[in-house]
């Protein structure tokens, strides 16, 4: 008897979920990645508090943070963050939208595909950063240079992410269109542009990491502003501190435009959101 | 003077009992598979009429959707003779009725779609406004039981689901004739039930010509007036049974598959179909 109502017993506790915790699986993950860095950045101000690293080469967090606020007040962080950010904006732009429409028209039409195809093919191994004395010797040491460089960098990986995009449409959607007798056009906006939006937006979003790249690489050499330049120079005059902050900032430009991008794929694929 | 028929002559087409809707004559299909002519169609003469349920089943690899294939317009045929007779009562001046509309067997509906706009997708095509096609949709959205779904995106929905968006969208676009593909193949056994009387009803509601494919003699008996029986490849009529006499209309899936004559049929054709599931399993190309 005693046995029968304690198996119930345990048939009822088995059934109940669980109170919920504060230190569920997924919570304790989230503590971790917020406490890994923060202890990383303690143990190196403790480091260079206590002369174990040479802050010659890697001044303490708060030398950098410091130096990062004293910019931020000069506003010579601002110019060079603002300079920067302009080049990429604009420079990305001019490669990301040719490079959809292009990659579009590829995708669509074989003869188009057939002329320009082999031209990527030729090209797209140039390491980007290899033209730049060619296109500063067309544009000049200006800012036309700089968004010329980053458009390049840009419209392949857009432009060959498009295409894929378009050829790998699942054959069904164009039998229904077909059979439902879509006009071409309505083939194009109701079908194919849709269709291959998962990988257009995946090419915008490896376009903006090599936008990134190749500024920072660009204002190493040919600026006179911008954080490449920042990061450079602060070398060449041993501000190591300065060169800290140019770090931060381009990885804060890489995290931001990630950020905005991932909220752009699922404003405009929310089918893909999980 | 004009080419429109007048009341009576309209009205005679109308209700002739048995007028032919499609007529195959001799229609043979032929692809390349690997360097070596496959025959998938040797020949089919086939009369389907109007307002008839048409099933077709067959072995895998018969070409039973090919030939379905063809009559979509999605392939060509390689030779032969296929008669559709169109309903005199389109006029041409109005956005025109289109002549068929397939119910696809895998997940067609358009992901990027919500259930409104998938099912308003033939309409959109043929120019109707955008005001036209919400009410027309919103229409077979309560016939197919999606009421309340119309701005769900397919991924929200359940297998069953889409499929019944997937047969609003055909139904939207009254077509002539619809043509379904085993469009209920990838469900789950209970799922099927439920949408084989679903789409009875709906089909006793507009009487359609349907040419239905299906590997299922259990679903084409429920559904069909006539069955065609499809030989292995290369695909020719091996016979074609009068459900319609057997069970008659109206119809209810459960009285069929609860009355005494229906196990009888299913050996029937079983019979007819053995040989042929043999002969294909043998069949190294199919």
């Given amino acids: 008897m005693s046995t029968a109502t304690s198996a119930i017993a345990e048939l009822d506790s088995a059934k109940e979920e669980p109170a919920p915790r504060l230190w569920t699986k997924r919570n304790v993950e989230r503590f971790l990645s917020v406490i890994s860095p923060i202890i990383l950045l303690l143990f190196w101000q403790l480091g260079a508090a206590l002369g174990w690293i040479d802050t010659r080469f890697f001044p303490s967090p708060a030398a950098i943070f410091e130096e990062a606020y004293a910019m931020i007040l000069s506003g010579e962080l601002w110019m060079h963050f603002s300079i920067s950010l302009q080049r990429i904006v604009i420079g990305y732009v001019l490669g990301a939208v040719p490079g959809v429409l292009i990659g579009l028209a590829m995708g669509l039409f074989g003869p188009i595909r057939a002329i320009i195809q082999p031209l990527i093919d030729a090209t797209f191994p140039i390491p980007k950063i290899a033209v730049l004395p060619l296109f500063i010797m067309v544009f000049g040491l200006g800012e036309q240079s700089k968004y010329a460089i980053i458009a390049t960098a840009v419209i392949y990986l857009v432009l060959i992410n498009t295409v894929a995009g378009v050829r790998n449409i699942d054959k069904i959607y164009l039998d229904v269109g077909k059979n439902f007798g879509a006009s071409n056009w309505m083939m194009f906006t109701d079908v194919a542009l849709p269709g291959a939006l998962p990988l257009v937006v995946a090419g915008l979003k490896i ?63 929310p089918w893909k959101s999980r | 003077m004009g080419g429109t028929p007048s009341a009576d002559q309209r009205s005679a087409v109308k209700f002739e009992p048995a007028a032919n809707k499609i007529v195959l004559e001799d229609v043979r299909k032929r692809f390349a598979l690997k360097r070596r002519e496959v025959v998938a169609l040797a020949g089919i003469d086939l009369k389907i009429r109007a307002g008839e349920f048409f099933c077709i089943v067959g072995p895998s690899g018969c070409g039973k959707t090919t030939l379905l294939r063809i009559l979509a317009g999605l392939e060509t045929k390689s030779s032969g003779k296929i008669e559709v007779h169109r309903d005199p009562r389109v006029r041409s001046d109005t956005r025109v009725r289109p002549l068929n509309s397939m119910v696809f067997q895998e997940q067609s509906i358009f992901p990027w779609k919500n259930v409104r706009d998938n099912v308003a997708f033939g309409l959109k095509a043929r120019g109707f406004s955008r005001q036209e096609r919400a009410d027309i949709a919103e229409a077979y959205i309560l016939k197919v039981g999606l009421g309340g779904f119309e701005n769900a995106l397919p991924h929200q929905l359940s297998g069953g689901m889409k499929q019944r968006v997937s047969i609003a969208r055909a139904f939207a676009n009254d077509p002539e004739i619809m043509l379904m593909d085993e469009p209920f193949a990838a469900l789950d056994e209970q799922t099927k039930l439920i949408l084989q009387a679903e789409l009875l009803r709906i089909w006793e509601e507009t009487r359609k010509t349907v040419v239905y494919v299906t590997h299922s003699i259990d679903e084409a008996i429920v559904l069909a007036d006539r069955i065609l029986v499809m030989s292995a490849r290369p695909g020719r009529i091996k016979s074609i049974v009068d459900i319609g006499r057997i069970f008659p209309r109206p119809r209810h899936v459960d009285t069929v598959k609860s009355s005494a004559r229906y196990g009888e049929v299913f050996g029937e054709i079983w019979s007819l179909l053995r040989d042929e599931v043999v002969a294909s399993a043998r069949d190294p190309s199919a």
Wanted: charge should be neutral; hydrophobic fraction near 60%; charged fraction near 10%.
């Fill in chain 1, 207 to 269: 376009g903006m990491g090599i936008a990134l790249l190749v500024i920072v690489s660009a204002e190493f050499v040919g600026a006179r502003s911008g954080i490449g330049y920042l990061i450079w120079t602060s070398w060449q005059v041993f501000q190591v501190e300065k060169m800290y902050v140019g770090l931060l900032v381009s990885a804060v430009l890489g995290f931001g435009s990630a950020i905005l991008l991932n909220y752009l794929e699922r404003v405009v694929i």
